[in-house]
């Protein structure tokens, strides 16, 4: 029997259809909103450590950055497989931004996380606005949340694909 790969077996993801495609958009949107408009209102309102609302402004303008610059026809892959230089940029342009936004998280966990938990009153030493704080710490915690329960389902899925591996007998290496 031939040795077969597990990974030949997975299907091609679906294409989405454009109504799917635009609610996904649109809900690729409304946290950055979010987050621009949250962190615009709250700019000083965080003595303590007045990175977070710049962090939620700056997170907010680039995510929306990327997920307009996402909608533009020379992001999207050609059925032909040719690229052309402007779809070349603009994957190196995207890239650049998903790291400086990786890079941009991992900083808005030591200004949020740094903090936990600071004062709600003001005047105190600790003070940030309850509404900012919360906010940019829930932000960053739904990532970890979401991070985790896609690591859980990966794991699932591989184990899975293992087990029916062995039971259709893809697994054996009979000569």
Request: net charge negative; hydrophobic share 45%; proline share 6%.
């Amino acid at each position: 029997m031939e040795d077969r790969n597990l990974l030949e077996n997975i299907p091609k993801a679906p294409k989405f259809s454009t109504p799917v495609l635009i609610i996904s958009k649109i809900f690729a949107i409304v946290l950055p909103i979010a987050q621009v408009s949250i962190g615009a209102i709250h700019l000083h309102d965080c003595p303590v450590q007045p990175y977070i609302p710049i962090y939620l402004l700056v997170l907010g303008v680039f995510a929306l950055v990327l997920a307009l610059l996402s909608c533009l026809p020379c992001t999207q892959e050609p059925e032909d497989g040719t690229h052309s230089p402007l779809s070349s940029l603009c994957t190196t342009w995207n890239s650049l931004v998903s790291l400086f936004l990786f890079c941009w998280f991992i900083a808005g966990n030591v200004w949020i996380y740094s903090i936990y938990q600071p004062s709600y009153i003001e005047g105190e030493d600790q003070y940030c606005d309850k509404t900012l704080y919360l906010f940019a710490f829930w932000t960053i915690t739904v990532v970890y949340i979401c991070l985790g329960i896609l690591f859980l389902g990966g794991c699932c899925m591989l184990f899975c694909m293992c087990l029916l591996g062995k039971v259709s007998g893809h697994g054996d290496n009979d000569v």
